[in-house]
């Protein structure tokens, strides 16, 4: 039973930086796509980026989120990271890291999504 864990949420200044974190756990050793998703008040939840947790492999950003936010991971601790620069007020949002098989990751907003984390808040003002 896959599970994550977000972390690293808070309060910043517009133009700042942050980092979330999420750890996975349950998983076995054929890997894991683990993807960052966002939800801002009374919008709907949207990809920012994923990444293959336990192989090789470079993020796969939606849209223009590779502007500001960068994808990273530490497969020795099963944990992906979400730094997100210059952040705006529009960046407010609950953020939540989701997991599938590999083959999501080329496909973050159209993949099921079973696993969710519990989602770390956002706030830039």
């Known amino acids: 039973h896959v599970q994550l864990v977000e972390s690293g949420g808070g309060s910043v200044q517009a133009g700042g930086s942050l980092r979330l974190s999420c750890a996975a756990s349950?998983?076995?050793?054929?890997?894991?796509?683990v993807a960052w998703f966002r939800q801002a008040s009374g919008k709907e939840r949207t990809p920012v980026a994923s990444?293959?947790?336990?192989?090789?492999?470079?993020?796969n950003y939606a849209g223009s989120m590779e502007d500001r936010f960068t994808m990273s991971k530490d497969n020795t601790k099963n944990t992906v990271f979400l730094e997100g620069h210059g952040l705006k007020p529009d960046d407010t949002a609950m953020y939540y890291c989701?997991?599938?098989?590999?083959?999501?990751?080329?496909?973050?907003?159209?993949?099921?999504?079973?696993?969710w984390g519990q989602g770390t808040q956002v706030t830039v003002s």
């Open positions: 349950g998983f076995t050793s054929n890997g894991l796509c």
């Open positions: 989701a997991a599938n098989h590999r083959a999501a990751c080329a496909a973050i907003a159209r993949a099921n999504w079973p696993y």
């Open positions: 990444i293959y947790l336990g192989g090789n492999g470079k993020p």
